[in-house]
T-cell receptor
Framework: ETGVTQTPRHLVMGMTNKKSLKCEQH?????MYWYKQSAKKPLELMFV???????ENNSVPSRFSPECPNSSHLFLHLHTLQPEDSALYLC?????????????FGDGTRLSIL | DAKTTQPPSMDCAEGRAANLPCNHS???????VYWYRQIHSQGPQYIIH???NNETNEMASLIITEDRKSSTLILPHATLRDTAVYYC??????????FGKGTTLSVSS
């Protein structure tokens, strides 16, 4: 139990579907992150939120749309995805967005695009 | 790119200490050394971090050389559940954790 919960754990969708990934943290943290982990590749940072404001967008295609309604919840809205978007999507949180703060990860959503 | 170099794999007998090395020769003075691990089908788990002093917590110990160019993660009594990929990360300026390929630690009975 890491204090960061992601749902669903697995998702299969077609390229024309719209779906959302959800992340919730119970740690009282102010910063939340989305990462992508593709097979055989290192984790890639996608988005960073601090106190519900987006502070970093790592050149992510617009078919991925993040939303942070409050400091405990983070969503990743998906639409018209491509087969290469199949990956493990990980959410993380930390106390603040500063160096020296460990990030705590959820167990991810395994996404498969048909 | 990751600023660390780790051996791709290591083996350890259950109950023995596992010593995982990491080279980070280009580390800057204000960069931390972080260790995470990832067990199959789970998200990365934070283990420990340090700046220049050795650190110990309930999971592991971190030994950082005086010149800070390398470090060692020590799991004092490895168990089968410690089998995982271990990542040594130099936390660069900004917000991104740059994960490399890590070391796959296999603990056997």
């Amino acid at each position: 139990e890491t204090g960061v919960t992601q749902t669903p754990r697995h998702l299969v969708m077609g390229m024309t579907n719209k779906k959302s990934l959800k992340c919730e943290q119970h740690l009282g943290h102010n910063a939340m992150y989305w990462y992508k982990q593709s097979a055989k590749k290192p984790l890639e940072l996608m988005f960073v939120y601090s106190l519900e404001e987006r502070v970093e967008n790592n050149s992510v295609p617009s078919r991925f749309s993040p939303e942070c309604p409050n400091s405990s919840h983070l969503f990743l809205h998906l639409h018209t995805l491509q087969p290469e978007d199949s990956a493990l999507y990980l959410c993380a949180s930390s106390q603040e967005v500063v160096m020296g703060q460990p990030q705590h990860f959820g167990d991810g959503t395994r996404l498969s695009i048909l | 790119d990751a600023k660390t170099t780790q051996p791709p794999s290591m083996d350890c007998a259950e109950g023995r200490a596992a010593n995982l090395p990491c080279n980070h020769s280009t580390i800057s003075g204000n960069e931390y050394v972080y260790w995470y691990r990832q067990i199959h089908s789970q998200g990365p788990q934070y283990i420990i971090h340090g700046l220049k002093n050795n650190e110990t917590n309930e999971m592991a110990s971190l030994i950082i050389t005086e010149d800070r160019k390398s470090s060692t993660l020590i799991l004092p009594h490895a168990t089968l559940r410690d089998t995982a990929v271990y990542y040594c990360i130099v936390y660069q300026a900004g917000t991104a954790l740059i994960f490399g390929k890590g070391t796959t630690l296999s603990v056997s009975s």
